[in-house]
């Protein structure tokens, strides 16, 4: 059990200096304006109307670095500062969100799993709360018994599972929208290098969310396997 919340806190503690490194490049690019001064959901919406993609609804969001694709209602979702914003933060973010939905669009075959997966995830994870108090104090030999340490295994498996497949689908939507960032002339030279090492932090974000899911997984797997 030691080893389990040393990985926790270790990951925890670099998830945060990640966190915080991403923060501090959108606080430094933020200084920087684009070179047509469009703002966050003017870059969004030219972006989606170069790919056809006309079905998509742009709409401001709520809290800071929030912004996301929902495939189910066809919305990006901009964080006030990102959807007013006129700097490159604000375009390397919207474009990010919009290359989601240009996914969506093409039926991106990572991201159609991953949207599969949401359900059986959040199943998971309502599960392993359970399962976890139920080990804590202590239901059978070695942890909660082999039965319990195996709910946890696949349990921890699915989410790891997620975490791994989520990490294309990033790093492909960030590709799609420097791509179009550098091709429109929304970004250019130091802008655009910007607009590449902010989404490269926020890439950062998932692998070390991916990594510290398979390292847990892979903790709960020998330990059920090292059972008796």
């Known amino acids: ?11 925890s503690l670099i998830g945060s200096l990640v966190s ?24 969004a919406r030219k972006m989606l109307d170069y790919w056809g993609v006309n079905d998509v609804k742009i709409v401001q969001g709520k809290g800071s670095l929030t912004d996301h694709y929902n495939p189910l209602t066809k919305t990006v979702s901009l964080s006030p500062e990102v959807y007013s914003g006129r700097h ?13 939905a240009v996914q969506h669009a093409e039926a991106y075959s990572m991201l159609t799993l991953r949207s599969k997966l949401v359900p059986v995830v959040n199943i998971s994870g309502r599960i392993q709360q359970f399962l976890f108090m139920a080990a804590m104090v202590g239901l059978g030999a070695s942890f909660g018994g082999p039965w319990i340490m195996l709910a946890l295994v696949i349990t921890f498996g699915m989410t790891a599972l997620f975490s791994l497949v989520t990490l294309p689908v990033e790093f492909d939507a960030s590709r ?21 090492d902010a989404l490269w932090w926020a ?11 398979l390292t ?7 330990q059920f396997l090292g059972q008796d």
């Open 216 to 222: 847990v997984f892979l903790y709960f797997l020998l």
């Open 176 to 196: 799609r929208a420097l791509v179009w960032l550098d091709e429109s002339g929304t970004t250019i030279g130091t802008n655009y290098e910007g607009a590449k």
């Open 20 to 43: 915080g490194r991403l923060k501090s490049k959108f606080k430094q690019y933020s200084q920087m304006p684009t070179a047509g001064g469009e703002s966050g959901a003017e870059i």
């Open 88 to 100: 490159v933060s604000a375009a390397a973010v919207a474009a990010h969100e919009c290359g989601h």
């Open 1 to 11: 059990m030691m080893l389990y919340f040393i990985i926790i806190g270790a990951f």
């Open 203 to 213: 890439a950062m974000t998932y692998v070390t969310q991916a990594l510290a899911s």
